[in-house]
């Protein structure tokens, strides 16, 4: 019997391996948004929303933050540089009233604006408060695995007149964007003279009537 227990030693270590080196090179999609074409509606600061896409270690850095500024709402367009599997999504706020309580998941609909928020999302998310960053929430991969454009609707906060967000982390797999239209169309050059012997008996059959 006493081959029974070597197996049980390695069920504990694994929780805390992955924190926080790799967990910071899961979050590292920030590094493949086209962040010139990043739009962030209705923010109180022309570009403030491009600031909280930043690297895991300053994710509670607190000096960058976008806040809104007509109503509680936001809307990120965020385009990638290549496709995105998308695996999860981490929100980071003030831990008051001010912090998003509701977001919804669009993808590949470049140049959304609020009267497109009505469409049905992706995937929607009740948040908790998160000041620490912490909080993890894992999308339906079937549903983002090919994602050249995110949007991100912040619907709702927990009652303050604005919203505010120091982070937003991105976890997933990219791919370069592919260009497929090279390789195509260089068959019919190869084609065996044989396969257009057919076409000269065809036309006999016209004569029958």
């Known amino acids: 019997m006493s081959g029974h227990h070597h197996h049980h030693d390695h069920g504990c270590g694994c929780e805390g391996a992955h924190e926080p080196a790799e967990r910071g090179v899961e979050y590292g999609l920030y590094r493949r948004i086209d962040t010139d074409k990043l739009q962030c509606l209705n923010e109180s600061r022309d570009g403030d929303g491009k600031l909280v896409f930043k690297p895991w270690d300053q994710r509670n850095d607190r000096?960058?933050?976008?806040?809104?500024?007509?109503d509680e709402e936001l809307l990120f367009n965020i385009p990638f540089t290549g496709s995105v599997k998308l695996k999860g999504i981490i929100i980071s706020g003030e831990d008051d009233d001010s912090h998003p309580a509701e977001i919804r998941l669009y993808k590949n609909i470049p140049q959304m604006s609020f009267d497109d928020t009505g469409k049905e999302p992706e995937q929607a998310f009740r948040l908790n408060r998160d000041p620490n960053a912490q909080l993890e929430y894992p999308t339906k991969i079937a549903r983002f695995s090919n994602v050249q454009h995110l949007s991100i609707h912040i619907s709702k906060n927990f009652g303050a007149e604005s919203t505010r967000i120091y982070y937003i982390g991105l976890r997933g797999e990219?791919?370069?964007?592919?260009?497929h239209e090279v390789t195509i169309c260089n068959y019919e050059a190869a084609a065996n003279p044989a396969d257009h012997k057919v076409e000269s008996i065809v036309p006999q059959t016209n004569f029958i009537s």
């Open 63 to 70: 000096d960058k933050f976008v806040e809104s500024d007509a």
């Open 174 to 179: 990219y791919s370069e964007a592919h260009r």
